[in-house]
């Protein structure tokens, strides 16, 4: 339950600076748009971005993909190639990735984001592979095919989304496999063959661990915790420090001071009293609540990537001359 309320405290503040930065999102459900072209890829866009944060990918994937079909603009490729992760496409993900990365336009903090991503996504990819057992190996014509893709070599991988498929393997042009397979997220599917077909069952790798998403709160929280507990702990050395100082003087003096001289003094050492009992209440309430914190709130284990879309968007305005549309970033990027 507090992983749960962190995760919905975390979703309201996205909401928020969203909100400051994106215009009013074009319905879900809206299959055309009147507007101008660089009025609706920035509708589309802002929707993208709406149905990211819902976790409706599908939907956030084909918003990103009017947008694209626009300009290929670095923001519009990242958040694109997000959404192809999510939804189980990552060969598609890992070329837009790649199409950002090889951008002069992208900015630095982008393509480092992109870069992490891609990492990510390479992982997601399925592969099904052949080795022959057979015979002169290098004399014969070993191909593979997996649903439209093909691959002929001495021991042909071909790499996928996963998926269902079918599965062919044909040895001199005859056929000696073919079923269907379902491949799962970083699935390698591995079949050993001769010229009369399979000669063993097919071997199946276990998925790749993926890492986890964040489901709390960063550790920086916790750490920010901790370091603003141990600043107030300082101050509150330091003034318990000072007070009992004044106390003393106050003690050594107050027999040879005037009496408003010495009343100076006690009100002084008062005030610094106060000053070191707040300082000590705030100093204990900082502490407990990042214990609280990084005991019931903070996700320690998971995935350090970025798991949200990119939202400051892309503004859009006419081409050149007039003509077209061009694409430039939202201020700070």
């Given at each position: ?84 992760a999510k939804m189980k496409l990552p060969l598609d993900a890992i070329r837009h990735f790649e199409q950002l990365l090889s951008d002069p336009a992208a900015a630095d903090e982008l393509k480092a984001r992109a870069k992490s991503e891609l990492e ?214």
């Amino acid at each position: 339950m507090p992983r749960l309320i962190a995760r919905h405290t975390a979703a309201w503040l996205s909401a928020v600076l969203i909100s400051a930065a994106a215009q009013p999102a074009l319905g879900q459900g809206e299959p055309e748009c009147d507007l101008t072209p660089r009025e609706c890829a920035r509708r589309a866009f802002d929707a993208g971005v709406a149905a990211f944060k819902q976790d409706d990918f599908a939907t956030a994937l084909e918003q990103f993909r009017r947008a694209y079909d626009v300009q290929q603009h670095p923001i519009v490729v990242f958040n694109l190639a997000l959404a192809e992760a999510k939804m189980k496409l990552p060969l598609d993900a890992i070329r837009h990735f790649e199409q950002l990365l090889s951008d002069p336009a992208a900015a630095d903090e982008l393509k480092a984001r992109a870069k992490s991503e891609l990492e990510l996504a390479q992982g997601l990819v399925a592969s099904v592979s052949v080795e022959f057992l057979g015979s002169d190996k290098t004399s014969r014509s070993i191909e593979l095919r997996v649903g439209d893709r093909s691959d002929r070599s001495e021991a042909p991988t071909i790499r996928v989304n996963p998926g269902k498929y079918r599965v062919k393997v044909l040895i001199d042009g005859r056929q000696v496999v073919s079923r269907d397979v379902d491949l799962g997220t970083s699935e390698r599917f591995r079949l050993a063959v001769d010229q009369r077909g399979a000669v063993s069952t097919p071997t199946r790798d276990e998925p790749r661990q993926l890492p986890r998403e964040r489901e709390g709160l960063s550790p920086t929280w916790a750490y920010l915790g901790a370091g603003l507990t141990v600043v107030l702990g300082g101050l509150t050395l330091w003034s318990g420090l000072d007070t009992q100082n004044s106390v003393q003087e106050f003690d050594q003096r107050e027999a040879s001071l005037p009496e408003s001289e010495a009343q100076t003094l006690l009100d002084e050492g008062h005030a610094k009293e106060t000053r070191t009992n707040v300082l000590i209440g705030a100093t204990s309430v900082v502490g407990v609540t990042t214990l609280v914190l990084a005991a019931f709130f903070v996700d320690w284990g998971a995935s350090k990537h970025p798991t949200h879309a990119f939202v400051s968007g892309p503004t859009l305005g006419p081409g050149q001359g007039g003509r077209g549309v061009s694409l430039g970033y939202r201020g700070r990027f």
